[in-house]
């Protein structure tokens, strides 16, 4: 894979988190690293010229959607991702699974593959671990995703062991199915939440040997003591000079404790999506600017923020656009919100190489109030209805 | 009026067209001018900074969204419209008269002002000349309008008649209610489609003396020739060292053609409007993204043309995000619109200066396709529906 090197700069004698820089055929990464996700080729509201103003190192997009519309086969004619959507940075793909297995409905699961239904049309569609590769290597992204099969929470350990054995077995046929040198292919650890699983996974993965590794089927709903545990089985079984990514993750909090836990990779759509509803990130938890109190406010959403939003508008402002529906409000949010995000990864990146990491968790989770879990897991369900129900501007 | 000053700098030999500068306190617009519309404080998609990047010189506000929502005494508190929207350069807003009077069944006029509901809220509020003029001075934009009666087209002589009297009693009462000195107030010549109203209109109102004038209910639904003839009556009329307001208007091939008959000044929604609903205005015409036949083409929207949109991106991409409704191609069709508009006014302004606007004309009209009327009339009357029975976030 002479396309990528991935280099450990700098350890945490803490914890388990580290720096890096995982290099790819469009530019280097620092990790820990948040990816925005620009699900249908573009991250909600953002140009890439904007991304690139905000630092951003790595943007993930989203196989299923692609495939659908336009086609994998159309982006390809016209050049491969990078150059469809004009972001000339390294991108990762997923596998499509996630979003296939989240339509419960509209799929069905064999050995050999899932046949599902478009949300866009209806029509008919089948995924298999080949047909997944071929996809994303239409699709060009630097970084593509083994086809896995996921599974819902809460489900039993019978469930999931019959879906780990399949997520193995298409995991060995995406890495035969790979034609391309210049694509790095992340094995998908499952398990669900049974240890053993994931100790099993994590072992026959790394057994057969893949160029990085990402970590899925959490922040489905469970406990974050769960998510926390899992990891803490995971990632010690994973190879040290091989990137991490843990797929779909996180909110602020979650990008402490993750890193802490040894993980290099992260995206998320949710600093994007609670953006959409009026939602910004602070030091201090997250802010609902309908709120009415915001009304007259003529001081920023965050003091000091060196944001475009919180340079150049007042909360007063910023709720009016949001109240009105004014897609300049979605957009100062998710610019907010996307700042907010690649400004704590570089903090914590600068305190790892610094040795100061655990102070500044304790600085974070002491000043930062968690939103209760179930909230996340509403706004989840919420996603997955909409997903296959209608094609609303703010779905992601 | 100290703060404010017009001068006529080039005269076309053949036709009413010039050029000018209008000096106000927040800066100076060169004119002729195209002000895109920022109904609630913002110009749909665009932060300040872009408007500022495409030379945007003047912006329109609409006072009767902003009277109702966050409210013009909110906004006086703030420190004003030109704070609370983050835009530094002039401002104008209208007198709402516009909005109420198209609000047909939820307003009732009488001889001293016009009571109306609320579209946002369904609540009751009564606009009078004095009120008109206590809004827009709380809003503290660089030009002001009067309120004026609007008919609708058609309609009779006698109706349009009597509304006259009525604008040119406000008229008066708007010029005796301003209380501040660094705003200029136009008055609003109407007479609907009738040559001897206009005529009487622009007498009256030039008697009475306003620092400017804006020409009122045209471009309503009349055919072409009829706005033209009412021009041609109207604009001799009006002094030649005050700057001329056409309200409202217009398309790419109005500007040529208004100009031609002496308007100085332009506001209208239409190109930012038909942006989000992926219309590009070409040299050739417009070109709706959405056709089948942009799917796979490589190229921009118009070869040449230096606006991002067309730097960055194809009309395949472009159709992709208009076709998944992602806010970055409603954003990228009107930056390339504004830019088309104002990139049009450059043309005319420089054309006039060096004596050849009769020939860029000829030019323009020779490779122009002109979209029939009827289609904006309708967009037209969709628009005044929404208005008030809905939010959705394309509304103007």
Redesign the interface.
């Known amino acids: 894979m002479p396309d990528f090197s991935f280099q450990v700069q700098n350890r945490c004698s803490h914890t388990w988190a580290r720096t890096g820089v995982l290099r790819t055929p469009h530019g280097e990464v620092p990790t820990p690293v948040f990816a925005p996700v620009g699900t ?3 991250v ?6 904007e991304l690139d103003e905000l630092g951003v190192s790595l943007v993930l997009a989203n196989t299923y ?1 692609l495939y659908l ?2 086609g994998s086969e ?1 982006i390809a ?3 491969g991702l990078h150059k ?3 972001w000339e940075g390294p991108i990762l793909t997923d596998s499509g699974g996630f979003q296939i297995f989240s339509m419960e409905h509209l799929r069905r699961i064999d050995d050999d593959g899932v046949t599902f239904r478009s949300h866009v049309d209806g029509s008919e569609h089948r995924f298999t671990p080949v047909k997944a590769i071929e996809v994303q290597e239409q699709l060009g992204a630097d970084i593509i995703v083994a086809l896995d099969v996921c599974t819902p929470y809460p489900s039993d350990h019978e469930h999931n062991h019959v879906a780990l054995q399949r997520t193995h077995r298409w995991a060995e046929r995406c890495l035969q199915a790979q034609t391309r040198s210049d694509q790095m292919l992340l094995g998908v650890v499952q398990g669900g939440t049974y240890g053993d699983l994931r100790e099993e996974s994590a072992l026959y993965l790394t057994s057969i040997g893949f160029s990085g590794y990402a970590i899925g089927g959490l922040s489905v709903g469970e406990p974050k003591e769960v998510m926390h545990e899992m990891l803490d089985i995971t990632v010690p079984l994973l190879p040290d000079d091989k990137p991490r990514h843990l797929l779909g993750v996180g909110s602020p909090e979650d990008l402490f404790e993750c890193v802490a836990r040894g993980i290099d990779m992260f995206d998320c759509a949710l600093p994007t999506r609670v953006a959409r509803n009026g939602t910004f990130f602070t030091r201090e938890g997250r802010l609902n600017i309908r709120n009415a109190r915001y ?2 406010d ?1 001081g920023p959403v965050q003091e000091g923020c060196r944001c ?1 939003a919180c340079q ?3 909360r ?2 910023l ?3 949001v ?6 409000g ?3 949010a998710t610019v907010h919100n996307l700042h907010f995000m690649l400004s704590l990864m570089t903090e914590i990146r600068e305190a790892i190489e610094k040795r100061r990491f655990p102070a500044l968790r304790d600085g974070f989770v002491s000043s930062y109030k968690v939103v209760d879990y179930g909230v996340r897991m509403r706004d989840r369900e919420a996603w997955a209805r909409r997903l296959h129900t209608s ?3 703010a779905a992601d």
Chains 1, 2 share one sequence.
């Not at 909600?44 to 010229?49: A, E, L, V, W, Y």
């Open positions: 249908q080729g573009t909600k509201t953002m140009s890439p010229r959607h519309r336009p159309v004619d016209l050049g469809f959507m004009a009304k007259e003529p475009y150049g508008f007042s007063a402002y709720r009016h656009l109240m009105a529906k004014e897609i300049l979605l957009h100062l094609e609303e501007v």
